[in-house]
């Protein structure tokens, strides 16, 4: 309480500060530069001869006092402009065109700060609202999957994995805030509806300099749309196999230094089987609603406060067959998920070279599941999860000159936890500050430094450095390297939980809770056996990494961009779970602990080239290695073995090893574009190529090393057929998993899905 007053306090204080900075915003001069798409550029600078640059506000609008021969407006990804001080008079708005080439696709998710791709020294890659369309995908794992390097798992909900580290070790942003909520370590992708999604922003790699646990092995950067500032009213529809449904409305309502878009999307869906023989559903029908709200606006032309809120609700219904002490019976399941945010913001501009943002944000996550007996209406199990999570944090910019970017940021944070499974509420506190240095020494080179320092409740403190540098060999040829420390803190499910599978039998304990429970079932005459003694386990420590990621970018021509990344990744102090007892009945008794060190390493290759004016074809390949180190080592020394298939028991070889389970060593795509230049239609076919991958242990020694332990590598074919009107009006039509591959291991894969979407622009046809 203490500290949450001291954070409103100094809310307070700033506030009055930047405050009296206020004043009128009016003239002639004032002007508001967008892209051809009628979106502000936030980021455009203004550069009236003989005078200092000077940046437009929040809404895109600048106003000049003084008149001057010439003016430049530029601003990274866009052709610059020179006009006359008479031609800078004569129109309210000022249009710069994008550049050709993704390489000027605007990140902020990689240095916190505007940058373009091209000026990046690491590996980003940006989809943009043109890229998100062409998938036809609804919910946000949809357009992922498609991305060179991803893979979507199937645990606890659709996950991400990248560069061979699971959704445990990636962090999810929304508008720039982490999305807080994962079961058993996945967030769940498909709670993110896309119909609002401006970009993607993937960055990958460590990023704990900046942002700190989770952010191990990369972020993913949800930017949605905003600051259009005119009137608009968007509805749209989706309907898809499997009877689903997606209506969405988009509205904004723009004034001259106000911006408010309002968004809603409902998604519903009766699910699909994969397994009817079995009773149940491999997916339960279920519905979800998510409401957004965008404020933005300038108090004066220094001074702009934004507000954004997003709630979410999913409720799903199914049915599981269980066999009891009194035969077969049916099982009414019932599960819900709530989800809200809200992100107040307040930017201070005192003048070109500092910037001032001080942000809060609060999110709120709960879960709630109800499984009964169909026959009695009996509880059968009931689990609640609440989780809360506030951040308030200020980050300064300084422009020191032209070759100099200093960025300084801290913040603080508590994230609580209460749930059926936990004894009581559980707290963490955590402060931390970041430092990062964007220096271009000479026009060749451009160097990224930047370090962050975490001081937790639990596990004390922590420091994460990072350096990238990229070197401009030639105009068309690049040169990137980066190498990082990053980390990720236990989670309260490894520290705390005490959970009991009333069906099967079985107990998983938390790190903390491990010796005093197994303690109590050693009293109540529980334990057969104890495999690891819990007092050998030590206190849980925080998982570390280094990462390496080196590449380049390359046009071979103007029409032609080929990227290459090579990664390497260590991770010591890997948390494991693993039985440490078993009990009576057969069954164990499981907890977490610090066990292994794990290497990925790999390749990343892109390449696309616009062959006619409206034709492009791109393709992607990805190659992954995996290795626990622990384990190559027990097979170094004869310890591993494993029966053949005459039953005989033999020693597992380095050649048997096939790496950690469900990660793909081979996985690519390679995409056809072409917009027919008489119907205006643009036609997207796509091919996603996934290569086996491991997926159970079948003969039971822990390990993946046998042929029937994988799963078969597959090929999916995408299609897309769409078309925007010149009213704005919009359709699409296509199917997704065209040759209807399926397979059990992968049970977030449907098989064939067929859609058709509209999305009609209300006040363009009124008007």
């Given at each position: 309480?203490?500290?949450?007053?001291?954070?409103?306090?100094?809310?307070?204080?700033?506030?009055?500060?930047?405050?009296?900075?206020?004043?009128?915003f009016e003239g002639d001069g004032e002007k508001k530069i967008i892209d051809s798409s009628g979106?502000?550029?936030?980021?455009?600078?203004?550069?009236?001869?003989?005078?200092?640059?000077?940046?437009?506000?929040?809404?895109?609008?600048?106003?000049?006092?003084?008149?001057?021969?010439?003016?430049?407006?530029?601003?990274?990804?866009?052709?610059?402009?020179?006009?006359?001080?008479?031609?800078?008079?004569?129109?309210?708005?000022?249009?710069?065109?994008?550049?050709?080439?993704?390489?000027?696709?605007?990140?902020?998710?990689?240095?916190?700060?505007?940058?373009?791709?091209?000026?990046?020294?690491?590996?980003?890659?940006?989809?943009?609202?043109?890229?998100?369309?062409?998938?036809?995908?609804?919910?946000?794992?949809?357009?992922?999957?498609?991305?060179?390097?991803?893979?979507?798992?199937?645990?606890?909900?659709?996950?991400?994995?990248?560069?061979?580290?699971?959704?445990?070790?990636?962090?999810?942003?929304?508008?720039?805030?982490?999305?807080?909520?994962?079961?058993?370590?996945?967030?769940?992708?498909?709670?993110?509806?896309?119909?609002?999604?401006?970009?993607?922003?993937?960055?990958?790699?460590?990023?704990?300099?900046?942002?700190?646990?989770?952010?191990?092995?990369?972020?993913?950067?949800?930017?949605?749309?905003?600051?259009?500032?005119?009137?608009?009213?968007?509805?749209?529809?989706?309907?898809?196999?499997?009877?689903?449904?997606?209506?969405?409305?988009?509205?904004?309502?723009?004034?001259?230094?106000?911006?408010?878009?309002?968004?809603?999307?409902?998604?519903?869906?009766?699910?699909?089987?994969?397994?009817?023989?079995?009773?149940?559903?491999?997916?339960?029908?279920?519905?979800?609603?998510?409401?957004?709200?965008?404020?933005?606006?300038?108090?004066?032309?220094?001074?702009?406060?934004?507000?954004?809120?997003?709630?979410?609700?999913?409720?799903?219904?199914?049915?599981?067959?269980?066999?009891?002490?009194?035969?077969?019976?049916?099982?009414?399941?019932?599960?819900?998920?709530?989800?809200?945010?809200?992100?107040?913001?307040?930017?201070?501009?005192?003048?070109?070279?500092?910037?001032?943002?001080?942000?809060?944000?609060?999110?709120?996550?709960?879960?709630?599941?109800?499984?009964?007996?169909?026959?009695?209406?009996?509880?059968?199990?009931?689990?609640?999860?609440?989780?809360?999570?506030?951040?308030?944090?200020?980050?300064?910019?300084?422009?020191?000159?032209?070759?100099?970017?200093?960025?300084?940021?801290?913040?603080?944070?508590?994230?609580?936890?209460?749930?059926?499974?936990?004894?009581?509420?559980?707290?963490?506190?955590?402060?931390?500050?970041?430092?990062?240095?964007?220096?271009?020494?000479?026009?060749?080179?451009?160097?990224?430094?930047?370090?962050?320092?975490?001081?937790?409740?639990?596990?004390?403190?922590?420091?994460?450095?990072?350096?990238?540098?990229?070197?401009?060999?030639?105009?068309?040829?690049?040169?990137?390297?980066?190498?990082?420390?990053?980390?990720?803190?236990?989670?309260?499910?490894?520290?705390?939980?005490?959970?009991?599978?009333?069906?099967?039998?079985?107990?998983?304990?938390?790190?903390?809770?491990?010796?005093?429970?197994?303690?109590?079932?050693?009293?109540?005459?529980?334990?057969?056996?104890?495999?690891?003694?819990?007092?050998?386990?030590?206190?849980?420590?925080?998982?570390?990494?280094?990462?390496?990621?080196?590449?380049?970018?390359?046009?071979?021509?103007?029409?032609?961009?080929?990227?290459?990344?090579?990664?390497?990744?260590?991770?010591?102090?890997?948390?494991?779970?693993?039985?440490?007892?078993?009990?009576?009945?057969?069954?164990?008794?499981?907890?977490?602990?610090?066990?292994?060190?794990?290497?990925?390493?790999?390749?990343?290759?892109?390449?696309?080239?616009?062959?006619?004016?409206?034709?492009?074809?791109s393709a992607g390949y990805a190659f992954l290695d995996t290795k626990d180190m622990e384990m190559?080592?027990?097979?170094?020394?004869?310890?591993?073995?494993?029966?053949?298939?005459?039953?005989?028991?033999?020693?597992?070889?380095?050649?048997?090893?096939?790496?950690?389970?469900?990660?793909?060593?081979?996985?690519?795509?390679?995409?056809?574009?072409?917009?027919?230049?008489?119907?205006?239609?643009?036609?997207?076919?796509?091919?996603?190529?996934?290569?086996?991958?491991?997926?159970?242990?079948?003969?039971?020694?822990?390990?993946?090393?046998?042929?029937?332990?994988?799963?078969?590598?597959?090929?999916?074919?995408?299609?897309?057929?769409?078309?925007?009107?010149?009213?704005?009006?919009?359709?699409?039509?296509?199917?997704?998993?065209?040759?209807?591959?399926?397979?059990?291991?992968?049970?977030?894969?449907?098989?064939?899905?067929?859609?058709?979407?509209?999305?009609?622009?209300?006040?363009?046809?009124?008007?």
């Open positions: 309480m203490i500290r949450f007053n001291l954070n409103k306090r100094i809310f307070f204080f700033l506030s009055l500060f930047v405050c009296s900075e206020l004043s009128a979106n502000p550029i936030i980021h455009a600078l203004i550069k009236p001869e003989g005078q200092k640059a000077i940046a437009v506000n929040a809404l895109g609008k600048i106003e000049l006092q003084n008149p001057s021969k010439t003016i430049t407006v530029f601003a990274l990804g866009f052709e610059s402009r020179q006009l006359t001080w008479q031609e800078w008079l004569l129109d309210e708005e000022i249009i710069l065109q994008e550049k050709s080439g993704n390489l000027q696709e605007i990140v902020v998710a990689a240095t916190r700060t505007e940058r373009s791709v091209e000026q990046l020294p690491m590996p980003v890659t940006v989809l943009n609202t043109e890229r998100i369309k062409e998938t036809g995908g609804i919910r946000l794992s949809e357009i992922l999957r498609e991305q060179t390097g991803l893979q979507i798992t199937s645990d606890h909900g659709s996950g991400l994995q990248m560069q061979g580290l699971d959704s445990d070790y990636i962090l999810i942003l929304l508008d720039g805030e982490p999305m807080i909520g994962r079961t058993a370590g996945t967030f769940d992708l498909d709670r993110i509806s896309v119909s609002n999604i401006d970009r993607i922003e993937i960055l990958r790699g460590p990023s704990s300099a900046i942002y700190g646990s989770e952010a191990m092995g990369g972020v993913i950067n949800i930017i949605t749309k905003s600051g259009i500032n005119k009137s608009n009213v968007d509805l749209g529809l989706r309907h898809r196999s499997f009877n689903s449904w997606n209506p969405f409305l988009e509205l904004g309502v723009g004034k001259k230094n106000w911006s408010t878009q309002v968004f809603l999307d409902h998604f519903r869906t009766d699910g699909f089987d994969l397994t009817p023989e079995t009773v149940g559903q491999t997916q339960n029908p279920f519905q979800a609603s998510t409401g957004q709200l965008k404020i933005s606006g300038d108090l004066s032309e220094k001074l702009n406060v934004s507000v954004f809120g997003r709630g979410y609700l999913e409720t799903s219904q199914g049915i599981l067959q269980t066999n009891g002490n009194s035969g077969v019976e049916i099982l009414d399941l019932g599960n819900e998920r709530r989800d809200f945010n809200l992100n107040p913001t307040i930017r201070f501009k005192p003048d070109v070279d500092w910037t001032l943002t001080l942000r809060g944000m609060s999110s709120w996550f709960s879960t709630n599941s109800d499984t009964r007996f169909r026959n009695s209406g009996e509880i059968f199990d009931f689990q609640d999860f609440a989780q809360f999570y506030h951040r308030t944090e200020l980050q300064t910019d300084f422009q020191a000159n032209s070759k100099n970017l200093i960025t300084l940021g801290m913040g603080q944070l508590i994230e609580t936890v209460e749930a059926t499974r936990y004894e009581e509420k559980n707290r963490f506190d955590a402060g931390y500050f970041f430092l990062q240095h964007l220096w271009d020494p000479i026009p060749k080179i451009n160097v990224v430094t930047g370090m962050r320092a975490d001081f937790h409740s639990q596990f004390g403190n922590r420091l994460s450095p990072k350096v990238s540098a990229q070197y401009q060999i030639s105009e068309s040829f690049s040169w990137q390297a980066s190498m990082g420390a990053g980390f990720k803190t236990p989670d309260f499910r490894q520290l705390l939980l005490n959970f009991n599978n009333a069906a099967s039998g079985y107990y998983v304990f938390g790190a903390n809770l491990a010796g005093r429970e197994i303690s109590r079932l050693q009293d109540e005459g529980l334990i057969a056996q104890i495999l690891i003694d819990p007092e050998t386990l030590g206190n849980l420590n925080a998982e570390t990494s280094w990462s390496l990621n080196t590449g380049f970018r390359w046009k071979p021509t103007t029409q032609s961009l080929i990227q290459l990344n090579a990664f390497r990744n260590e991770i010591d102090n890997l948390i494991e779970t693993a039985p440490i007892a078993q009990l009576v009945t057969g069954q164990n008794a499981f907890s977490y602990f610090n066990i292994r060190s794990v290497v990925t390493q790999g390749i990343e290759v892109d390449a696309q080239v616009n062959l006619l004016d409206h034709l492009s074809l190559l080592e027990r097979i170094e020394n004869g310890e591993i073995f494993k029966r053949n298939s005459q039953n005989q028991t033999q020693r597992v070889t380095r050649a048997d090893y096939g790496g950690l389970f469900n990660r793909s060593p081979h996985s690519g795509n390679f995409k056809v574009n072409y917009q027919d230049s008489f119907t205006e239609i643009n036609w997207s076919l796509r091919a996603i190529y996934r290569g086996k991958f491991g997926f159970a242990d079948l003969n039971g020694n822990l390990i993946l090393d046998d042929d029937r332990e994988y799963a078969p590598g597959w090929v999916s074919i995408n299609f897309t057929a769409s078309k925007t009107f010149e009213n704005g009006l919009f359709l699409e039509a296509g199917g997704t998993n065209l040759l209807n591959t399926v397979t059990p291991a992968q049970p977030n894969n449907p098989g064939r899905v067929l859609f058709l979407g509209i999305k009609i622009p209300i006040l363009n046809l009124i008007n």
